[in-house]
């Protein structure tokens, strides 16, 4: 019988450099572009900003590029398994979405579902592309 060295996917390190990324990131940019919208408005209530379509558009490309970003690294970092541990990252903001989602905090359900349905994608894009540019050099 031969003995088959057993391959460890999971890059403990890699996901939580990840996550850090993503989380970290996505909280300082949405928390600037809400501190801006707030200076050059009257309006000082968050229902605003949640009413305002363009906006929460821009927020969930901000949040989604985040997420694309915390892929990235993860798989860069974890030079093994990357899409695995890429998508660990997603499926770990898709858990913090759907918890917002059950939560009902007045965000637009709109913008739950797209963020839901669309992060582990965003976050496997990421991870693809950090394994392509592994192969290409």
């Not at 309006?43 to 915390?70: H, K, P, R």
């Not at 359900?109 to 592994?134: D, H, N, S, T």
């Amino acid at each position: 019988m031969s003995e088959q060295k057993s391959v460890r996917k999971f890059h403990f390190i890699a996901v939580v450099l990840g996550l850090a990324v993503d989380n970290i990131g996505t909280l300082l940019s949405s928390g600037l572009i809400g501190s801006l919208f707030f200076a050059n408005s009257t309006e000082q209530d968050v229902s605003a900003i949640y009413s305002n379509a363009a906006l929460m558009i821009f927020l969930l490309v901000l949040g989604l590029f985040w997420t694309f970003l915390g892929g990235f690294l993860t798989a860069k970092v974890a030079k093994r398994g990357e899409l695995f541990n890429a998508a660990i990252i997603g499926v770990i903001g898709a858990g913090i979405g759907f918890d917002s989602i059950l939560t009902n905090d007045g965000v637009p359900l709109w913008y739950e579902w797209i963020g839901f349905v669309a992060i582990v994608p965003v976050a496997l894009i990421g991870g693809y592309l950090a394994l392509k540019r592994k192969k290409t050099t």
